[in-house]
């Protein structure tokens, strides 16, 4: 009688160390600073968000811009949606890795805005960096369960679907960067597709 073979060694990841420092957790902080000052001085807002026909003479603002936002509830909303879908991408790929796809989703949503916005627009907020985070993960996790508003249970590709692909789509909201949002989406999901090929992790099913 054969012995049966032995099973197949399950997949798994092991949660990433941050070190010293939470890679999320300084970037929430870092964004609220922005904001605070914003609050003491609103001419922050210009000289640091991102408007296409200044971009000559302001270039350092396609990377100041991602920390700049018009009031509590954008800052709210993106720092939220940064710490949970964050947190758990961090684990994933590490805190390198993390702070790479964050800043580079970042820039190339704001250089499509350069591209495709208008001259005379100013854009601020973190949303295409969030994109890219967001776009990562999805790929990465289709299937991982979440609460949107902490209430409707739903895997996170209907979330990405809803909430983030159809706000990248031009003129579906308007007063959005939709430009900013499609570049790190669109970053977000090449990142996904190489880190999925790359890092060992258990698939929620």
Not at 138 to 154: A, H, K, N, S
Not at 157 to 172: C, H, T
Not at 178 to 183: P, T
Request: proline content about 8%; overall charge positive; glycine content about 8%.
């Amino acid at each position: 009688m054969k012995n049966p073979p032995p099973p197949s060694p399950r997949r798994t990841w092991r949660p990433a160390s941050y070190g010293a420092l939470n890679p999320v957790l300084v970037l929430i902080v870092i964004n609220f600073v922005f904001y605070i000052a914003t609050l003491v001085n609103s001419d922050i807002i210009f000289r640091l968000g991102l408007a296409p026909s200044l971009f000559a003479e302001r270039p350092w603002t396609i990377l100041t811009a991602m920390f700049i936002h018009e009031n509590f509830w954008h800052i709210f909303g993106n720092m939220i949606t940064l710490f949970f879908f964050g947190t758990f991408l961090v684990r994933l790929i590490g805190s390198n890795w993390f702070l790479l796809l964050y800043f580079v989703g970042g820039i190339a949503g704001n250089a499509l805005y350069l591209w495709l916005g208008e001259p005379l627009s100013l854009a601020i907020g973190a949303s295409g960096a969030i994109y890219a985070v967001a776009g990562a993960l999805v790929v990465m996790m289709p299937r991982l369960p979440v609460r949107l508003y902490f209430l409707i249970p739903m895997p996170l590709w209907v979330v990405v679907l809803v909430f983030f692909v159809i706000w990248s789509i031009p003129g579906v909201i308007p007063g959005v960067a939709w430009q900013a949002h499609l570049g790190g989406i669109l970053v977000g999901l090449m990142a996904g597709f190489f880190f999925r090929r790359r890092i060992r992790y258990d698939f929620y099913r």
